[in-house]
């Protein structure tokens, strides 16, 4: 029997902190956060929420709220009778 902790059960912590937690935040947001928030941006109807100048944590931010706000849109549409 290991000792060793269950990654999958009890992940680190530290593995993964919020955006504002992350170091100076200046880094340029990646290729795969600029296509994502580019598709998000587009089916959201957000044009302006694409910034190809966001740094990692202002993408992340802004990623995380589009996707909050399309599951908003997807509960209601499944609320609507018909």
């Not at 992340?60 to 996707?67: N, P, V």
Request: aromatic share 4%.
């Amino acid at each position: 029997m290991s000792l060793r902790k269950n990654p999958k059960l009890e992940p680190p912590s530290a593995s993964n902190p919020a955006p504002e937690e992350w170091g100076p935040g200046q880094e340029p947001m990646t290729g795969a956060q600029a296509s994502y928030l580019k598709t998000l941006s587009e089916q959201a109807n957000e044009a302006e929420a694409y910034d190809e100048t966001l740094t990692k944590a202002e993408a992340s931010r802004r990623i995380d709220a589009l996707k909050a706000k399309l599951a908003k849109e997807r509960r209601a549409g499944m609320e609507r009778p018909g």
